[in-house]
C-alpha cells in the first residue's frame, strides 16, 4: 500500500454565491490526485474509495485526511479515454467486501469496456480476486467513448456505455445496432449474468444483455431516490447533451435522432427528436455547440440537510465550462442548472453526497487535481 498525499487540515477558500440561497465554502481535502474518475463511500460515511485512469485504486481516509493507493487493480488500457472508470459497492457490501468496477481493456479487435468486481481488503491495503462479469462486445480499434457508470436496482446491475465514437451517422450506427451492446444500457444479474426477462433475450440476433439503447457516451448515470427511476446524462456531438431517464427496451434515438452537429462541418446530421417517432425524447438538452453544452460527468441527487435549499436537486458535473450543474427537478421536468464553482478552473469529474454530513463532494478531472468538498458557508 503506497501513500501519495496527506493533508492533515483541510484548506478552505470562500466563495461568494449570492444568486443562490445556499452559501457555501470549498474545502479542498486532497491534492496532487492523478486522473481521478470516480469515488464512492465507504460504510462509515467518512471514508472515499477512489479510482484513477491510469489504473489504481485510492483511499481517502476521512479522518487524517491522508490519501492511500491500493494495489490489485486489473490491467486496462489507458490510451485516450481509457483507464480504471467507474467504482460502486455491492449492496450486500457490509457482508461480502465486494466491489464492483469498470475499465477499459484490450480484447480481440481492439479495446472495449468491462464490468468486473473484487474484494476490498483494507487490511492489506488491496483489492483481491478480481473477476471479469462482462465484456462488452464487440471490442473496437478506438480510445473513446467507453462510457461507463454502474448503478444497482433491484437485485441487479445496470451499465452504460459508449458508441466507441462511432462515425456513421446513418442507421448503421453502432448504436443502433442491437447485436452490440455498444451505445446501450445493460443490465445483469449481480453475478454477471443474464436475466431472463431482460427484454431483447428472445430477439433473434440481439444481445440479452441490453435493457436501453441509442445511446452516444453515458458518463453520468444514479438512481432517483423516490422514484427508483435510472437517470442518466450522455454527451452530445458538438452540442446536443442530453439528460435522459432509461426505459426497458426503449431507442434512444443516437444518432438518428440528436440536438448536436458534426463536429467538423458544423451542420445538423440527424432529425430533431419529436413525440411519436418512435425514439425516447430526452427530458433535458442543451442545444448545438460549445458555448452551451454540458459534457457530462458524475450525477447524482442531493438528499441531505447540510443545503435544504437543494434537497431533491439532481447534481451533473460539467467538464468543458467547469462547473457543478445543480438542477431543480419536478417530476421529468428539469429546469436550467445553476453553475455552482463556475470560474473556479475545475472540470468536475464526478460528485457525491457524504451520508454523515450531508456536505456536496467533487472529484475534479486531470492530472495532480483535488478532492473537494462544499459546506456551508454563513458569509
Not at 461480502?96 to 475499465?103: A, E, G, H, P, Q
Not at 452530445?236 to 435522459?244: C, L, T, Y
Request: proline share 6%; aromatic share 10%; no cysteine.
Amino acid at each position: 500500500m503506497k501513500r501519495i498525499t496527506s493533508l492533515a487540515a483541510a484548506t478552505a477558500i470562500g466563495v461568494a454565491a449570492p444568486a443562490f440561497a445556499n452559501t457555501y465554502s470549498v474545502e479542498t481535502l486532497a491534492e496532487n490526485l492523478d486522473r481521478p474518475w470516480a469515488m464512492t463511500f465507504l460504510p462509515n460515511g467518512d471514508d472515499i474509495l477512489m479510482t484513477g485512469r491510469g489504473g489504481t485504486f485510492f483511499l481517502y481516509d476521512g479522518e487524517s485526511g491522508e490519501i492511500t493507493e491500493l494495489d490489485g487493480a486489473p490491467d486496462v488500457d489507458t490510451a485516450n479515454q481509457g483507464g480504471l472508470l467507474d467504482i460502486a459497492l455491492a449492496p450486500d457490501f457490509e457482508d461480502s467486501n465486494l466491489v464492483y468496477m469498470t475499465w477499459s481493456g484490450e480484447v480481440e479487435g481492439g479495446t472495449t469496456t468491462h464490468l468486473g468486481r473484487g474484494t476490498l481488503d483494507l487490511g492489506e491495503g488491496r483489492m483481491n480476486d478480481v473477476e471479469v462479469l462482462f465484456q462488452v462486445s464487440p471490442g473496437i480499434d478506438s480510445d473513446a467513448h467507453y462510457g461507463s457508470r454502474i448503478v444497482f436496482r433491484n437485485g441487479h446491475v445496470f451499465m452504460s456505455t459508449g458508441d466507441r465514437e462511432f462515425k456513421n451517422f446513418g442507421p448503421d450506427h453502432i448504436a443502433q445496432d442491437l447485436s452490440s451492446e455498444n451505445g446501450s444500457v445493460i443490465r445483469l444479474t449481480l453475478d454477471g449474468e443474464i436475466p431472463d426477462d431482460n427484454p431483447f433475450v428472445d430477439t433473434e440476433g440481439a444481445a440479452p444483455a441490453i435493457w436501453s439503447y441509442g445511446h452516444r457516451n453515458i458518463q453520468a448515470m444514479t438512481v432517483h431516490p423516490d422514484t427508483g427511476e435510472i437517470w442518466v446524462a450522455e454527451h452530445g456531438e458538438a452540442g446536443g447533451d442530453e439528460i435522459n431517464i432509461v426505459a426497458r427496451g426503449e431507442n434512444f434515438g443516437w444518432p438518428l435522432a440528436a440536438y448536436g452537429v458534426d463536429y467538423q462541418t458544423g451542420e445538423q446530421f440527424a432529425a430533431i427528436p419529436q413525440e411519436g417517432d418512435g425514439f425516447v425524447s430526452p427530458v433535458y438538452h442543451w442545444s448545438p455547440g460549445r458555448d452551451d453544452h454540458f459534457p457530462p460527468s458524475g450525477m447524482t441527487f442531493y438528499e441531505g440537510d447540510a443545503f435544504p435549499d437543494w434537497q431533491g436537486h439532481m447534481m451533473v458535473g460539467n467538464l468543458y465550462h467547469e462547473y457543478l450543474g445543480v438542477f431543480a427537478v419536478d417530476g421529468e421536468n428539469v429546469s436550467p442548472p445553476e453553475r455552482v464553482l463556475e470560474g473556479e478552473g475545475h472540470r468536475i469529474r464526478d460528485v457525491a453526497v457524504g451520508p454523515n454530513d450531508g456536505y456536496i463532494y467533487l472529484l475534479a478531472d486531470g492530472e495532480a487535481v483535488p478532492l473537494l468538498r462544499l459546506v456551508p458557508s454563513e458569509d
